[in-house]
């Protein structure tokens, strides 16, 4: 039952009668006796922006490696717009709009950035299956690859090679790539991290431009970044969700504060 | 708006001109050809450079393109030679264009099989599957020497003329154009799929196979497709080897030859299919010249360059020569 | 039946031993630094000649050969390493394997050089000749000799990992390189010894190998292939793994030997690639 997707209003709660963009049941992860997730439910809306954040090694990272396929879950249920993808291996999921991007930049670094987004534009059209015709006669695969860049503000770069780049245009190669899949879920692990703080607004930019038709997961730990572009957080903590709610409401909830937010300045003038 | 559009023309221009054809990529046919009428007492020593050539080439696919690592790559060369070979001293069918081509499909069928099964592994595994299979396979061509010959050798190979005309005479003249067709042949279609979005998706794959699934690529199947191609190639070679030499030996299988063929792609270089066209060229005359002279002074010195080219990391002459090209153009 | 039954475990053992004794270095100094090593078999081919040519040439005896071989070839190796391999610690596996392959060359074209291409004869001291006897039958001397010093290493290696400080040290390192480090172990120096003491053991066993297998040029690469199989079949950095895929080894390809003697050879290869296949990390491998 596919409702239209309503605008995501801040700060609301469940929508009834909506199908969530993504759903997880009991979400687990054990390695050989260690649970790194314990039992996760967590729901997206469509549309919404959505923070995961949690203390380092609460299973932020691996719960987006459940969702995403890159880990296969010891226990749990894991749906996309209704649909149970929970056996459906990792390259499928993507192919059904469930794209991530990763904490650590995952790129083909010998290859120009254009080329960087073209093989996922080709993949997610079908023309990578195809063994005779050459790259350069898929003029449309070209242009709407470039048409992301452009998008996140690569253009120039179009044709550097992706190592040649310094670090936080890299990271923005990391995003586009991911929306050359075009995704209908977006798990952003960290996409500021490792990013010098001077080079960070186009990212922020580029994520702030992200249509509404895009339900986004970021998990981060940049808490003026987090309050500033979330509309729900939901706090992890030793592998299960501590709490979830607006903004206001984690900042203020006291449990969250003692775990975890610590009683900074600029979290209390929130 | 304007600066979008020539922002990608030149895109366009770029991916297009990866594919197009450029003046030097004639210099090795015009070599091939030129070597043929220049040397008309080594022309049997030029078909087995074509055949090394087309031997490496089919490694360049898996190695250079996929980034798939193997020690028994001789497998296939041996199975084109003996289905090749055996065609003709056992079965008695002497046509060698079918002959050829059984050889290749018969390499091809172990390719996928072999393929679908070990190319899920990886690292140091996939290392010693493949040279483990490698041996298996001379291990049980020597105890089924009723066939093979073993080490002996098989005899009786004896191919039919070329389309009823050609035939494989003393000085190998028709023979080294066999050769040569069918490495053209072979070189185009590896062009072709190296060019394409399915060539570029390998081109992931070595660069980072982890990111692939996430970009929704299924890798196993792709790297089957390629792996069963580079086998049929392998299996070609093989096959000229049989007919062309008239003669196989277990050797064909053998650790050293699957070796060689690696060390005749690197000194070239990965991932250019030219890299096996200088490396081939340059190798089997080096050895055939020199190995002669002090087998102990080519096999070091084979050492010695193999130490040098992997230091220098900068992928064979190949890489050399645009790592120099690059210097240059940055100084002007 | 029962006498060849009893043969091939015994030369299984004997030549198992043997596989040990060369390969446990490579295993523990793959497990720890990652590094494809082919031209691990050059160390113990270098044992071997050091060996030979003490015994003829200046009639030194043959544990203080053995010895000699251990030290000499250890300190060469460790030249090697710091010259040669560090610089390749970083390097993707092709090229570490290419590196390794044109070392394994380079020696192999030198002792043909210096030694010429035939097996140099070897003669054992008269104590180790001859049969021993064990019980119900008699065996010969010198594998039984190989076996016993198979045992004491094992027990010396076992002794040293799970009871010594730096036995734990390479423990920790081979399990987790970077957690091992962030500790305080210096892995570099770790692994400068590791490889030292395994390249010695591998010279070690290449004199005790001569009796068994021959000692000519190309035994760098002839065993190279085994020395692999011990070391990806038991798994990397594992003497329980070493041991274990030595046995197995040394057993079938004795059996091989016994019962089908133009074919024998298939069967390492097919058994190592049926383990790899259902257990690619190795048997005591890092799952």
Redo the contacts between chains.
């Keep these: 039952m596919n409702t239209p997707l309503p605008p995501a209003a801040a700060g609301a709660a469940v929508a009834p009668g909506v199908v969530p963009a993504l759903e997880t049941r009991g979400l687990r992860k054990e390695f050989r006796g260690l649970l790194a997730v314990a039992g996760v439910d967590l729901v997206l809306q469509p549309g919404t922006r959505h923070a995961l954040i949690g203390p380092n090694g609460a299973g932020k990272t691996t719960l987006v490696n459940l969702i995403?396929?890159?880990l296969k879950a010891s226990g749990g249920e894991l749906f996309l717009y209704g649909e149970n993808i929970t056996r459906r291996?990792?390259?499928?999921r993507?192919?059904l709009g469930l794209?991530?991007t990763?904490q650590i930049n995952?790129?083909?670094?010998?290859?120009?950035v254009?080329?960087n987004v073209?093989?996922?534009v080709?993949?997610?059209t079908g023309?990578?299956?195809?063994?005779?015709?050459?790259?350069?006669?898929?003029?449309a695969l070209?242009?709407e690859?470039?048409a992301i860049l452009?998008s996140v503000g690569l253009?120039?770069d179009?044709?550097r090679r992706v190592a040649e780049l310094p670090y936080g245009r890299q990271r923005l190669v990391e995003i586009a790539?991911a929306l050359?899949?075009r995704p209908r879920v977006l798990l952003l692990d960290e996409p500021t991290a490792g990013v010098p703080s001077g080079e960070s607004e186009p990212l922020l930019e580029a994520l702030r431009a992200l249509g509404r038709d895009l339900a986004i997961l970021i998990i981060e730990h940049d808490m003026e970044m987090v309050f500033r572009f979330a509309e729900r957080i939901s706090v992890m903590m030793n592998g299960s969700l501590l709490r979830e709610g607006t903004p206001a409401e984690i900042s203020a909830d006291a449990a969250v504060r003692e775990a975890y937010l610590g009683e900074d300045d600029h979290v209390r003038s929130l | 708006m304007h600066g979008v559009d020539s922002r990608a023309l030149q895109a366009r221009a770029y991916l297009a001109q990866r594919h197009r054809w450029r003046l030097g990529e004639a210099l090795p046919w015009a070599l091939a050809i030129a070597a043929f009428f220049a040397f008309p007492n080594s022309v049997f020593v030029g078909t087995q450079v074509l055949i090394l050539v087309l031997f490496a080439l089919s490694l360049d696919l898996i190695l250079g393109y996929a980034g798939i690592v193997t020690l028994g790559h001789a497998a296939f060369f041996g199975i084109g030679a003996y289905a090749a070979g055996g065609l003709s001293a056992h079965l008695g069918w002497n046509e060698p264009l079918s002959g050829l081509l059984f050889a290749g499909v018969c390499a091809g069928v172990i390719g996928v099989v072999s393929g679908a099964i070990l190319l899920r592994y990886h690292g140091l595994a996939l290392i010693m599957l493949t040279l483990a299979m490698g041996i298996m396979l001379q291990e049980a061509g020597n105890a089924w020497d009723s066939f093979t010959g073993g080490y002996d050798g098989l005899y009786g190979i004896k191919p039919a003329p070329l389309l009823g005309r050609f035939e494989n005479d003393l000085y190998g003249y028709h023979y080294y154009w066999y050769a040569l067709i069918v490495l053209l042949l072979m070189f185009l279609l590896s062009r072709r799929v190296v060019h394409s979005p399915f060539g570029a998706s390998l081109l992931g794959i070595r660069e980072n196979p982890a990111r692939m699934p996430a970009i929704g690529c299924a890798v196993l199947w792709r790297k089957i497709v390629v792996y069963t191609l580079s086998a049929f190639m392998a299996g070609l070679a093989g096959g000229l080897f049989a007919q062309s030499n008239a003669y196989v030996t277990l050797e064909v299988f053998s650790f050293a030859r699957s070796g060689t063929v690696l060390i005749v792609l690197i000194l070239g270089g990965t991932g250019r299919l030219y890299g096996a066209f200088l490396g081939g060229a340059i190798y089997y005359l080096l050895e055939h010249n020199l190995a002669k002279l002090s087998p102990e002074f080519w096999q070091f010195g084979v050492g010695l360059v193999l130490l040098g080219v992997v230091s220098l990391r900068h992928n064979g002459l190949l890489g050399l020569q645009e790592h120099l090209l690059q210097r240059i153009r940055r100084r002007t | 039946m029962l006498h060849a039954l009893t043969s091939i475990l015994f030369d299984g053992l004997a030549y198992a031993m043997m596989l040990f004794v060369i390969s446990v270095g490579l295993s523990i100094t793959m497990g720890l630094m990652g590094f494809i090593n082919l031209a691990h078999g050059v160390f113990a081919m270098a044992g071997g000649y050091v060996t030979v040519l003490l015994m003829y040439d200046a009639g030194v005896p043959f544990f203080v050969s053995l010895s000699v071989a251990f030290v000499s070839v250890a300190a060469a190796s460790v030249l090697a390493e710091r010259l040669i391999y560090a610089r390749f610690y970083d390097s993707s596996e092709l090229d570490q394997v290419l590196m390794s392959i044109a070392l394994v060359f380079m020696a192999i074209a030198t002792c043909t050089y210096l030694f010429g291409p035939d097996p140099l004869p070897m003669q054992l001291p008269p104590y180790l000749k001859g049969q021993v006897e064990l019980g119900f039958r008699s065996f010969p001397t010198y594998r039984f000799f190989l076996i016993c010093v198979g045992f004491v290493m094992i027990a010396l290696l076992v002794l040293v990992f799970d009871k010594t400080l730096i036995g734990a040290r390479i423990r920790a390192a081979v399990d987790n390189r970077a957690m091992a480090q962030s500790v305080g172990i210096d892995v570099r120096r770790l692994f400068t010894l590791t490889f030292a003491v395994g390249s010695g053991f591998a010279a070690l066993g290449g004199g005790l190998a001569i009796d068994i297998v021959g000692l000519q040029p190309t035994f760098a690469i002839q065993y190279l292939v085994q020395f692999l199989i011990v070391v990806a079949v038991g798994g990397l950095g594992s003497i329980r793994g070493a041991f274990a895929a030595a046995l197995i080894i040394g057993i079938v390809e004795n059996a091989g030997k016994y019962l089908w003697p133009e074919g024998g050879g298939f069967f390492i290869y097919a058994i190592t690639v049926v383990l790899l296949l259902l257990r690619p990390e190795g048997l005591y491998g890092k799952g």
């Design positions: 995403s396929g890159h291996p990792e390259h499928r993507t192919r794209v991530r990763f995952q790129l083909f670094r010998q290859l120009t254009l080329e073209l093989l996922a080709s993949q997610r023309a990578s299956r195809n063994l005779w015709r050459p790259l350069g006669r898929y003029e070209a242009d690859a470039l452009a253009e120039d179009a044709l790539v050359g899949l």
